[in-house]
């Protein structure tokens, strides 16, 4: 995974109140294989009419999604962190995010960076206003300053900091605890025998 | 040993945290994961660890459920080649990796979150992940939950273990009895719209008092199922000896000795007395009307009796404009009553609302009536659907013009092809309301068996104590 340090990048507005995954990326399509093929299909139910956001040539490019409403509540579904890679998004803000969205994001090298009501208004209407004015997201520091200048902090926890910033994939973190996991698996096995269902 | 001994009063999420917790660092803890339920979704994380040259840690420790994509009807043959794929790699995967797998045409295939635990499979005091968010259902048994997702379930079958953050503990206690027609489905909408989508955020539930106790084990697996519609982490009910009596004798339950263990360790897992709780709520069951959504969040959700609400007082713009978006969608005007919206379909099924309990309530409505809509029942398993027609509740739907058929997700999400047409209304037992969930511009209503099987009789949303009084 690349690691994420500073993103200058345009930003794109979606005014959705409330962004489940399923507006994300509709259930009848999360048969198809991950590709390219997933930026189409993002919100693909809204751009029926070539209207929404991300279709408005201003948009073009963008790589920062900034949300009004919460984002990625509702199913499991990575699909929705594809889609959104695929489009060429690397962050989105938000007033907040669902638990297992945010969890996938973090997993594909998508910041998920969580901002007050206010703040998010200021920066929806900047992106209207100026849509070729770049943004700053610095998770280092973990601020976006905006395209007048304005730095809005924002909370990340280590474990998802370390696993951006280092473009780490959890697994070898898990794997240099390889010998701590084997040594409780015997125990555990020994002190709850029947709870693996199929010894 | 010395943490399990402690004196100091710990909560359930407190007990079964602790045992599973391998290590801690940056702020998380990696927990080692008794059981990973595994369905037609996880093709990509098996391709992963497949190209990564890795095994699965611990077939043991997983199961392969075919609900998701299988077809509803004309089985065995699959039509769509797309899905019949899906189907077939999800056999092929269980077989290369030694999971035991409950294909299409396996006896006691279903819906996971219905058909692990009629196995046996899920049990108190586990940490048990799924890449599904309704894996909460299993909480009904005591166990501590995680949905995950595709890239997370390739690191749990390479390794059998999560990174998690520990979640707050938040107690609902839900004291009194629930009132004749008013069910398990009924108090948790009742409570989604009470506390809102948000309303449980970062928190695992423990559903506690008297009318909780009273539940029988589906009327539990329903509750625990929608906490995360409230935002929930996880949500469970302590082990009781109506758990244990649901438990004993399925297939893959401990059994003998290692039962006496079992029980005896699992009768440790209820919170102590004196154990704090970050956030407590107390409900009372006998407020609770049945209760049906008329927006497009499951916390749009109001007694039956009541109207659709009118946006333009709420204060909050976001949630004005919210309630009105969702109002255009669902083609809903103000001050209308909930009971005279009509419907165009209905189904009972999915893992929310599927299981024998809720078939039986639903057939006791219908029989002697006729459905005036289509109207589907979609069991949750083989073995629901085969008990129930042991019953005979088979032969009820089908005389009141209603289709019985096989078991699966089927229009909880349309993956296999089970759609609405857009503009479409549907009385459905599912969980989910959203924008499209059940097709583009499909219209949900989310409601009971018996209140959607009143809407399959009457040809709209109907308060199901009416038409129980009608029987007397
Ligand atoms: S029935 Fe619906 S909610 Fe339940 S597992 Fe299937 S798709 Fe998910």
């Keep these: 995974m690349t690691p994420f340090g500073v993103l200058r990048a345009r930003a794109v507005p979606i005014a959705i109140s409330i962004v489940d995954t399923d507006q994300i990326i509709p259930a009848r399509f999360l048969r198809r294989p991950r590709g390219p093929g997933h930026a189409r299909l993002l919100f693909h139910d809204r751009r029926a009419d070539g209207s929404f956001a991300l279709d408005r040539a201003e948009f073009a490019g963008a790589e920062i999604l900034v949300s009004a409403g919460e984002f990625g509540t509702g199913s499991a579904r990575e699909q929705a962190v594809w889609a959104l890679s695929a489009h060429g998004l690397r962050c989105v803000i938000a007033p907040r995010f669902g638990a297992v969205f945010r969890e996938n994001a973090i997993r594909n090298g998508v910041l998920p960076v969580a901002l007050a009501p206010e703040r998010i208004a200021r920066l929806v209407a900047l992106a209207e206003a100026r849509p070729d004015a770049a943004m700053a997201v610095d998770l280092p520091a973990q601020r976006v300053v905006d395209a007048d200048g304005a730095e809005h902090g924002f909370a990340i926890d280590t474990f998802e900091k370390l696993l951006l910033t280092e473009g780490l994939d959890e697994m070898s973190l898990t794997l240099r605890n390889a010998d701590a996991v084997a040594a409780f698996e015997r125990a555990y096995d020994a002190r709850y025998p029947w709870m693996a269902p199929r010894r | ?472």
């Excluded at chain 2, 309704?134 to 997370?152: D, F, Q, R, Y």
């Design chain 2, 1 to 472: 040993m010395a943490a399990h001994e402690s004196r100091t009063p710990r909560t359930m999420l407190d007990k079964i945290w602790d045992r599973h917790a391998i290590l801690a660092m940056h702020g998380r803890t990696l927990l080692y994961a008794d059981l990973n339920l595994v369905h037609e979704g996880s093709r990509h994380a098996f391709a992963a660890i497949g190209q990564e040259g890795l095994a699965v840690r611990r077939p043991d420790r997983t199961a392969a459920f075919a609900d998701h994509y299988v077809p509803t009807a004309g089985r065995p043959r699959i039509a769509d080649a797309t899905v019949a794929e899906i189907v077939a790699l999800l056999a092929d995967n269980a077989r290369r990796h030694g999971i035991l797998h409950l294909g299409m045409d396996d006896p006691r295939q279903g819906i996971v979150h219905v058909a692990a635990p009629e196995l046996g499979l899920s049990l108190p005091g586990m940490l048990l992940v799924c890449a599904d968010s309704h894996v909460a259902t299993h909480g009904a048994l005591a166990a501590l939950t995680k949905p995950i997702g595709a890239s997370e379930l390739r690191h749990v079958l390479a390794t059998q273990t999560v990174w998690q953050s520990k979640p707050r503990a938040m107690r609902i206690v839900v004291d009194g009895a629930l009132a004749p027609g008013v069910g398990a489905k009924d108090l948790v909408l009742h409570l989604i719209g009470r506390i809102g989508a948000n309303g449980a955020i970062g928190h695992a539930v423990e559903y506690a008092g008297a009318a909780v106790r009273a539940l029988g084990m589906d009327g539990r697996f329903t509750l625990c199922n929608m906490s995360i519609e409230m935002g929930a982490a996880s949500g469970f009910v302590a082990p009781d000896d109506t758990t244990l009596g649901y438990i004993d004798g399925r297939p893959y339950a401990p059994r003998g000795e290692a039962w006496d263990r079992a029980v005896t360790d699992w009768r440790r897992l209820p919170t102590d007395d004196g154990a704090g709780f970050d956030r407590e709520l107390a409900l009372s069951a006998a407020d609770i009307a049945p209760t049906v959504t008329w927006g497009t969040s499951p916390e749009d959700a109001a007694p039956i009796d009541a109207r659709v609400p009118d946006p333009v007082p709420i204060a909050d713009p976001a949630r004005r404009g919210r309630v009105e978006r969702g109002l255009a969608y669902m083609g809903l005007k103000p001050g209308t009553p909930l009971a005279s919206i009509a419907v165009d379909r209905v189904f009972i099924g999915s893992c929310t609302n599927a299981r024998l309990d809720d078939l039986r309530a639903a057939a006791a409505i219908v029989e002697g009536r006729r459905a005036v809509v289509p109207s589907w029942v979609v069991p949750g398993s083989k073995l629901v659907k085969q008990q129930a027609e042991a019953e005979g509740l088979d032969r009820i739907f089908i005389a009141a013009g209603m289709e019985w058929r096989d078991p699966g997700c089927s229009m909880c999400v349309g993956v296999n092809g089970d759609l609405m047409a857009a503009g479409q209304r549907c009385a459905a037992t599912s969980n989910r309301n959203f924008e499209g969930r059940q097709g583009p511009g499909a219209r949900t209503h989310l409601m009971s068996p018996a209140m959607a099987a009143a809407a399959a009789v009457t040809g709209r949303l109907s308060d199901v104590r009416t038409l129980v009084r009608g029987r007397t």
